[in-house]
Structures are given as structure tokens and as C-alpha cells.
């Protein structure tokens, strides 16, 4: 229930082009697509996931929406990691959703995103920053359903354990996240 629908239908909408062109891509494209729905619909209604299998569908999420580019887009994504843990299933997906919506990325030549996530075994570090345009209208500043949602989330599953901070600065947008696991 938390996958956005415009995500969807337009990635279904690309892997019809990428059949209709016969293209190498599609069957690699389709996994990608099973293996993210399988994601939300098998391992986000536990209590918790591994940071791996977030960090997995993070990357389908931004392979997906690339396919729609013929260009490579400026999506940077590192993830460093000293061992599994586990943490609330679907948090970091609507900060990356986030990303994409205002960093008009795939349209302006300047646009980036670049994510870094680094864990211990008693903390998690999400850092999201995105370009930001400050001429498009945005209409539900700092975030939509999905940001609200993982701030009550938050404040639910990790009282006086997370700092979420979002900042609009120039033309950068930064969201990061701390989780406390212990």
C-alpha cells in the first residue's frame, strides 16, 4: 500500500517500450520490478527488515525509474556497512521517492541525488541530498504522505532514538536520518 502508483504505472508504461523495441534490458528490468513488489509485499509487513534488503530495493527503485532516460542521471549511491541489521521496513524508499520528486532529475542537466547509508552494529546514518529547482512549483513542501508517514513512524518505533532533519538550502535539499539501535 505504500508503493507510489505513478512509479508504478510509469515503469510498467517503460517496460512495455523497452518489449515493444525488443530490447536486451527488458528481462533484466522485469526482475528488478518482481524483485521490489516482492520486497513491499513480502518482507515490509514484518516488524522489521534487514538495512540490506532496504538498501536493495533503493537501488531497484532508482534502476527502475531510470529506464525511462536514455542518459545515465546523476544518482550516486554508497553504501557502507560494517554488518546487517535490522530497522523498520519502508523508511528510506520515500526519503529516495522524495529525491527523485524534487530534484527534477532526468529533465535539468544539473540535477543530482546522492545517498550514502552507513551502519555500525548500534546505529544507522541515511544521508539523501538532491538537487533542488527552486522554479518548479512544489506544492507539499518539505514532503508529501511518505515523509509524514516515516516521521510518525519514527516517533512510534524509535522514540528519543532518530534525528530526521530535512533542509532546504540554495538548491539543495538534505534529509538525513539517524537511528539509534540500541
Known sequence: SQLNPHFLFNTINNLYAL????SDKTPDALLKLSNLLRYYLYECNKDKVSLK???MA?????????????????????????????IEPMLLVPILENCF???????S?????????????LR?????????????????EPGGIGIVSVQKRLHLNYPDKH?????KENNTYQTKLILELV
Open 53 to 55: 534488503k532496504e538498501w
Open 19 to 22: 518489449a515493444l523495441e525488443k
Open 163 to 167: 534525528r530526521f532533519t530535512i533542509v
Open 101 to 107: 520528486k524534487h530534484s527534477d532529475i532526468g529533465v
Open 58 to 86: 533503493l537501488v531497484a527503485y532508482r534502476d527502475l525509474f531510470e529506464l525511462k532516460f536514455e542518459k545515465p542521471l546523476r544518482v550516486e549511491m554508497n553504501f557502507l556497512s560494517d554488518t546487517d541489521v535490522l
Open 109 to 121: 542537466p544539473d540535477a543530482f541525488i546522492n545517498i550514502t547509508i552507513k551502519n555500525t552494529s
Open 124 to 140: 544507522v546514518e541515511a544521508n539523501f541530498e538532491n538537487s533542488y529547482n527552486k522554479s518548479v512549483k512544489h506544492e507539499d
